[in-house]
């Protein structure tokens, strides 16, 4: 089955703009988290969606949002650019979200702030 | 904040030999998971071993938790060059099923 889906794969945008990433998860999986990778703060939560709520929030700023739709598939948007902005944005899927299951990765989102 | 800790931060091995890998926690977890990423791709999940568990084992790879301790150990048998990658940690803890992740060993396996 097709795995988790992440688009765009590569993005550059300008300081001060915003930006919405996609994300497809595998057909099943109703929870959706997406983390935050940085050479200096490694991989960070971000927020978790389950059934289009948001269930879980990590420490990011209101600049960070997400949503989730009818078919599971999530959005994140980043509001007013900056460049510590620059990472790669993974979402990642699972059943249901609960701590008996692993989750499933897809290959992220680049996104450079310059 | 980082949960797990990995160590080493880097590994470099021939292809064939072991390559161990160590995780140390700071709180009591409901479970321990193993992740690979290849450079700048997502990760990809290995093995969950729960708290109430020893040793797992998939293929070539080997897990094992001491909870005494706090600190888990993925071992790789037999590497081969496609092993080449980072390997994560991550933990859930308490009421959160929400993994918290390492930063990380970097491994390379040379041809």
């Known amino acids: 089955k097709a795995g988790v889906t992440q688009t765009p794969r590569y993005l550059i945008k300008t300081r001060g703009q915003q930006v919405t990433l996609s994300c497809s998860p595998i057909s099943g999986h109703r929870s959706v988290s997406w983390y935050q990778q940085t050479p200096g703060q490694g991989l960070q939560f971000l927020f978790e969606?389950?059934?289009?709520?948001?269930?879980n929030k990590g420490n990011f700023p209101g600049r960070f949002s997400g949503r989730q739709f009818s078919n599971s598939r999530s959005e994140m948007n980043v509001s007013t650019l900056e460049l510590g902005d620059s990472a790669l944005y993974l979402c990642?899927?699972?059943?249901?979200?609960?701590?008996?299951?692993?989750?499933?990765f897809g290959s992220g989102t680049r996104l450079t702030v310059v | 904040s980082q949960q797990g800790e990995e160590d080493p931060q880097a590994l470099s091995i021939q292809e064939g030999e072991n390559a161990t890998m160590n995780c140390s926690y700071k709180t009591s977890i409901n479970n321990l998971q193993w992740y690979r990423q290849n450079s700048g791709r997502g990760l990809v999940h290995l093995i969950l071993?729960?708290?109430?568990?020893r040793e797992k084992h998939s293929g070539r790879l080997r897990v094992t938790l001491d909870t005494s301790k706090k600190s888990s150990s993925l071992l790789i048998t037999a590497s081969r060059a496609a092993d080449t990658a980072s390997y994560f940690c991550a933990t859930t803890s308490g009421g959160s099923y929400i993994p918290t992740f390492g930063r990380g060993t970097s491994l390379i396996v040379h041809p």
């Open positions: 969606y389950f059934s289009e709520t948001q269930r």
């Open positions: 990642a899927s699972s059943i249901q979200g609960e701590r008996g299951y692993g989750y499933t």
């Open positions: 071993i729960r708290s109430n568990e």
